[in-house]
Each structure stands twice: as C-alpha cells, then as structure tokens.
C-alpha cells in the first residue's frame, strides 16, 4: 500500500502529535481529535450509532482517555496508537493522519 504523503517525523507532544510530512507540510493533531476519530471497529460503530440515536454523552472519560501512551509503527503505511486507558486497536493510516491534520 503506497500514500501520497508519508510522515517525515511523528513526534509526541503534550496535547498534540506533531506530524511532518514529505511534502514538507506540518501537522498539529490535538490528541482529543485523535482519539475521538479512533479509526478502529468498535468505536466506529459507536460513532455510526451515534447518528442514529440521541446519544447519551458521559461528560466523563476514564483517565488517560486523551493520552497517549504509545505508538507502534505498522508497516510502512500506518501508526498503532495506544491509550493510556487501555484501548489499542486504533490503526491511523497516513491518509487518516493526513485528513485529521488537514481538518482541524
Ligand atoms: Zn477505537
């Protein structure tokens, strides 16, 4: 699988991924966005059920719900990022990246 942009650097940052690109672009991901965007299967359907349904929103996260823990490389085309309450099935693709860097 090949990108049209690729990640340069990944940096964490306090509250942010700092993500530059080969194009020489730079990104600035808060990790709320990040997290809220969670690519991955569960929460997908949890965001699919939310446009069908009144949503019941818990103004509380578990702790650690907007921090990261790690991020482990995947192939050459993506980042496995783990949170520090536990989730870790998100895989962002440099064209998920790209999109949440380029829609802030
Ligand atoms: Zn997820």
Redesign the pocket.
Known sequence: MTYKYNPVRIKKLEKTLLVRWNDGREDEITYEKLRDE???A??KTESASKENYIPIKSPFKAAGFYDINKIIPVGNYAVNITWKDG?D??IYSWDILRNLGENK
């Open positions: 969670c690519p991955c569960s929460c989730h099935t998100g």
